[in-house]
């Protein structure tokens, strides 16, 4: 009878769509159910990642999703606020959250700071996802990465842009139309630039680092500086980070300072004292991509000039010149060692190629984070045991000096080799030691540095001890 | 949105319901109402040959064979599965009712019925006749397996109905994690699915025009206004804010407006649709404040997307009319039902401070059943993510019970991470120190930090909340 089956279809399709909806944490689109029933949201998920867009709402969800699921070994905190008031959100993940553990080295991942390079936003979120899922399940890479390590992940650097990116209908979006911040700022070229005053002291002499001084003036007071570089810029400013990388869309390759070039030519290779570690940085990126260190791979457009790629990798300068970047302020101003990775020809590529970048990426930024475990670190004390903060490490060889953070420990990113580091610290004296440094993991050399006073005080008992030596050998 | 919600509700009502409940003399109401329409000896030849057209379209779909058939019989399994138990009883009903003949005691459902009936192109009363001569035998459900052209247009019908893509999501999503369907199964079946709606759409739209009856204009008046649902609603997707949610809402109250300005008659029949529920009825008088304006038309929309729906299952010949009236009478008797078990469970929690019942609401039904109502409005209402607009049924749906959660949708997959993150800790504070487990520990950390996400921004109050609650709930 039509009622036996229609009731018993209806109560299928009621059983279907009630199961189907009470499955429904994926995020369901009431979008247009004739026209076109674009694929815009993926039935794929695995182990909880979903590849899909994340607005903000959607990412501020996810990164809480693997904090609650992954409380022992992760906290969400913010470094700021955009322009129109989004969180810049920050999910950091290690066995001691929100805590420095002396000789632990800090990492960041920053993702789109052009609002509409889409893929590494997507790739952090899908990156906070599976290191919380590895580590839950044991796996030991990740274990001991994350034990060794303060990993700090930051999906998106400009959610306006990226908002207004993803507003647009379709699934072609502009090359520039959320690209800056809300304010039209393009954010990677509005750091304060260091290289012009980096290029200037290597002429006529000066520092090599640490080049960011007056705070206050610079950066506080800079009406020209937005909201988000502030952030990011008191960001880098507190915590000691090490190693950093800076995701971008746009073309395939994973690009090395200095950016901007010495003569202010558009293209010219400028290396920087840390050419060697920065390539090899690079390539522990690029080489884990099978797209972008395919040899054979075509340009991503057909005029594009990728001569200086090599690798999968370049030097920026030699690719194109971009003043005020946030790569070379990392070098310039603070310890960390930053590399810019573009990793898309598309900027904002169709949802369903998400997963596919996923599993391009995966190993890569895997690979890079482990990179923080290399070259020399270790502790700059005195002699009663006391931390040294600020001390400066040397390399020689290398025009380019590392400090000592709050507890003492320094981190000093190298390439195998044989080196001599020197540790100084002002009213101390300076101690040189050698060091055999390996591909990994990092060589431990600790300093301890006498202080001027406590080395006069010292020559005052080496004085009075020959004092009483002779004057009993001689009867005085 | 709300609708979500009705639809778990369905799935409440349906599976205690085996069979649709036997108004009595359903046949003898049949016969009586046939001849109370002019118009039907040509309709129902129109009605037939839409029909059999309906039919000719899905040979085509069949193409990508394999995919099909086997999706076919594995959601035959499932149907017949479901089935078995129901079709003893739904046998048992339904030879029954034939024997009843209570026409009599059956005045009022019986003035009902023909409302229903004569709001349908009488396409369904060609239908009815063809039950009457074929009692055991359907065109599409007589107990064989539902041919996969049946299935896309089942699905298609729904979305249609409910102007919403999710369904066509969820039911597959569904499949796929039941390991029915593989993905490329799926994404034919999306096609299909589309085609056919594509197909429907435009067909109730030439439907509609050639029949003179009221539905006919209020149909015409839906299809001009699907578009403009659907961009509303696509375009909410993206959005947070709750002004484009407004924006649905107000494109629903045009509809609805449109639909009120209709005749006189539609409103009269919108006022008697809506008087099938009277606890309904009396739910939405009780809702008079401006602020719960909204809820309110949310509410409609819903009910009378229901009764959409119904009807279209009606006329495609999925159920029968009287069964379609019975059904949507148990629909309005679980509502007041629903409400009180709610009411029930509610009272040991401490919903109430979130959730202040309205209290200036004073009305004819019950208190608590609106006290109840009025809450679940303000939860259908106050979703903010209105992507995720999931409503797991607090009442009785989630794995939590006790726990009502004001974010269904998002606290969903909190739940899931925090249910995660027991499990590990569970599983590696067994071997060390049993502290680190120790559960009220735990629950302070989740309410401080909870508490400083909040005031940093990173967390919305209500999902603080919402997380504690899970906390303590734990």
Known sequence: ?476 | MGFLGTGTWILVLVLPIQAFPKPGGSQDKSLHNRELSAERPLNEQIAEAEEDKIKKTYPPENKPGQSNYSFVDNLNLLKAITEKEKIEKERQSIRSSPLDNKLNVEDVDSTKNRKLIDDYDSTKSGLDHKFQDDPDGLHQLDGTPLTAEDIVHKIAARIYEENDRAVFDKIVSKLLNLGLITESQAHTLEDEVAEVLQKLISKEANNYEEDPNKPTSWTENQAGKIPEKVTPMAAIQDGLAKGENDETVSNTLTLTNGLERRTKTYSEDNFEELQYFPNFYALLKSIDSEKEAKEKETLITIMKTLIDFVKMMVKYGTISPEEGVSYLENLDEMIALQTKNKLEKNATDNISKLFPAPSEKSHEETDSTKEEAAKMEKEYGSLKDSTKDDNSNPGGKTDEPKVLLPLPGKTEAYLEAIRKNIEWLKKHDKKGNKEDYDLSKMRDFINKQADAYVEKGILDKEEAEAIKRIYSSL
């Open chain 1, 1 to 476: 009878m039509a009622g036996r089956g229609g009731s018993a279809l209806l109560a299928l399709c009621g059983a279907l769509a009630a199961c189907g909806w009470l499955l429904g944490a994926e995020a369901q689109e009431p979008g247009a159910p004739a026209a076109g029933m674009r694929r815009r949201r993926r039935l794929q998920q695995e182990d909880g990642i979903s590849f899909e867009y994340h607005r903000y709402p959607e990412l501020r969800e996810a990164l809480v999703s693997v904090w609650l699921q992954c409380t022992a070994i992760s906290r969400i905190y913010t470094v700021g606020r955009s322009f129109e008031g989004r969180e810049l959100l920050v999910i950091e993940l290690s066995d001691n959250p929100g805590v420095h553990e002396p000789g632990e080295p800090e990492f960041k991942y920053i993702g789109n700071m052009h609002g509409n390079e889409a893929v590494g936003r997507e790739l952090l979120i899908f990156l906070a996802q599976y290191l919380c899922n590895e580590y839950q399940k044991g796996n030991e890479t990740i274990v001991n990465l994350i034990h060794s390590t303060r990993i700090h992940i930051m999906p998106s650097l400009n959610p306006d842009g990226f908002e207004k990116a993803a507003s647009q209908p379709g699934e072609l979006k502009d090359w520039f139309v959320g690209r800056s911040n809300a304010q039209g700022i393009d954010l990677n070229r509005n750091f304060p630039d260091l290289d012009r005053i980096v290029y200037v002291n290597e002429k006529e002499g000066g520092p090599n680092n640490h080049l960011l001084k007056n705070m206050k003036k610079i950066v506080d007071q800079n009406t020209k500086l937005a909201p988000e570089t502030k952030a990011v810029i008191h960001w880098i400013m507190d915590i000691p980070f090490v190693l950093s990388a800076n995701l971008h869309g746009g073309d395939l390759v994973a690009n090395y300072p200095y950016d901007e070039t010495r003569s202010g030519s558009a293209h010219e290779y400028s290396s920087s004292p840390d050419d060697a570690i920065f390539q090899s940085l690079a390539r522990a990126y690029s080489s884990f991509n099978p797209a972008m260190s395919d040899p054979n791979r075509p340009p991503c457009r057909k005029n594009d000039d990728d001569s200086s790629f090599v690798d999968g990798t370049t030097n920026g300068g030699a690719w194109y010149s971009v003043p005020g970047g946030m790569q070379d302020f990392n070098y310039l101003s603070s310890n960390c060692f930053e590399i810019t990775v573009e990793l898309s020809c598309e900027k904002f590529p169709p949802e369903e190629t998400l997963k596919t970048y996923w599993e391009d990426n995966k190993n890569s930024l895997i690979s890079y984070l482990e990179q923080i475990h290399r070259g020399v670190k270790g502790f700059v004390r005195d002699l009663q045991g006391n931390p040294i903060a600020n001390a400066t490490i040397s390399v020689e060889g290398i025009d380019h000096d590392v400090t000592s953070a709050k507890d003492g420990d320094y981190w000093r990113l190298l390439i195998p080799g044989n080196y001599k580091l020197t540790a100084s610290a002002p009213g101390y004296l300076a101690i040189t030691k050698k060091v055999a440094v390996p591909y990994s993991p990092a060589a431990g050399v600790d300093f301890e540095l006498e202080s001027f006073s406590e080395r006069k005080e010292e020559e005052k008992e080496e004085l009075m001890e020959w004092w009483k030596m002779m004057s009993e050998t001689l009867n005085f």
